[in-house]
């Protein structure tokens, strides 16, 4: 799988929309994007994937760049309940390789 | 749809036991699954794949004869942690794909975990 770069760690304020980013330069043409965020102590949870379109559901939007060497997630209106560690990964495979990801902070 | 159970959600043992953890796909069925271990303030690291009706395959050092995993049907796949010792307590979170054949178009779907802790 692609590597991707991930910033450390992000700040929102409640009720704006949160912009998370993703590198993923060496990403092949059959690699999806894929997003999971995992709250603390639970199982990761699917949020959104794509190939090379943006994408839209009821929990987020996915921006894919043309090149398709970076993506962002955005979270429209950001809740407090929206803090987590959000994965940004690169899928060539059937399991699902993690790196470091984003924890985004909602902020009251 | 697509929800993965894992049980239980929490376990304490004592050092030398063994711990069964059980992964259930609910509303779907279940070919491969996938078992993932989470050490605290760090990524989930993948620890073998669950195979259906055959032996799983584990990830580079990762233990075959410590972690036992049996596939028996197309919804359930069960982690045994053999001899348990304290450096085994970590979060152990189950995966599957819906469907026999997942395409890289498919989500993966993740049980809630299973926290171990070997005293």
């Known amino acids: 799988d692609a590597k991707t770069t991930q910033p450390t760690s992000m700040d929102c304020a409640e009720g704006r929309a949160a912009n998370l980013p993703c590198n993923h330069s060496t990403i092949s043409g059959n690699e999806y994007v894929y997003w999971y965020r995992q709250i603390h102590s639970q199982g990761p949870q699917y949020i959104i994937h794509?190939?090379?379109n943006n994408e839209t559901n009821e929990m987020a939007s996915l921006i894919i760049t043309e090149d398709r060497k970076s993506s962002t997630l955005i979270l429209p209106h950001a809740t407090l309940r929206d803090t987590a560690v959000y994965y940004c990964i690169v899928n060539s495979a059937r399991q699902l390789t993690f790196g470091s990801g984003t924890q985004l902070t909602v902020l009251p | 749809g697509a929800v993965v159970s894992q049980h239980p959600s929490w376990v304490i043992c004592k050092s030398g036991t063994s711990v069964k953890i059980e992964c259930r796909s609910l509303d779907f069925q279940a070919t491969t699954m996938f078992w993932y271990r989470q050490f605290p303030k760090q990524s989930l690291m993948l620890m073998a794949t669950?195979?259906?009706?055959?032996?799983?395959?584990?990830e580079q050092g990762v233990e075959k004869d410590k972690f036992l995993i049996n596939h028996a049907s197309l919804t359930l796949s069960t982690l045994t942690v053999t001899s348990a010792h304290p450096e085994d307590s970590s979060f152990y979170i189950c995966?599957?794909?819906?469907?026999?054949?997942?395409?890289?178009?498919?989500?993966?779907?993740f049980g809630n975990g299973t926290r171990l802790t070997v005293t």
């Open positions: 669950s195979n259906e009706g055959s032996k799983a395959t584990y």
């Open positions: 995966s599957a794909y819906p469907g026999t054949a997942p395409s890289y178009n498919s989500p993966l779907h």
């Open positions: 794509g190939l090379k």
